[in-house]
């Protein structure tokens, strides 16, 4: 059983940053990937991106390329999503999953993203 809490959530002007940060209890196993994703109001939950929990291989959605950054830690148990250029899209509730086999099973509760034009 692996349970996920996320935090770092907040609001921000665009142009600025936030990070993210999703704590995990349980054991996190190496063949685990562990990603991001974020629900705006009124739209369907999208993949923002994902890591390796063992590698550390990483990849991404194409309109978060090169403004976020995924990491983990793995003394801590913990992933990041460190995103910066943010703008007013970016706005979502943004939520951490663990996905042990082929699809994600463990997620977290959410935390609000607000980014003001």
């Known amino acids: 059983q692996v349970q996920l809490v996320e935090s770092g959530g907040g609001l921000v002007q665009a142009g600025g940053s936030l990070r993210l940060s999703c704590a995990a209890s349980g054991r996190i196993f190496s063949s685990y990937a562990m990603g991001w994703f974020r629900q705006a109001p009124g739209k369907e939950r999208e993949f923002v991106g994902s890591?390796?929990?063992?590698?550390?291989?990483?990849r991404y959605a194409d309109p978060v390329k090169g403004r976020f950054t995924i990491s983990r830690d793995k003394a801590k148990n913990t992933v990041y999503l460190q995103m910066d250029s943010l703008k007013p899209e970016d706005t979502a509730v943004y939520y951490c999953?663990?996905?042990?086999?082929?699809?994600?099973?463990?997620w977290g509760q959410g935390t609000q993203v607000t980014v003001s034009s």
């Open positions: 999953a663990a996905r042990p086999g082929a699809s994600y099973f463990y």
């Open positions: 890591i390796t929990w063992s590698g550390g291989t990483t």
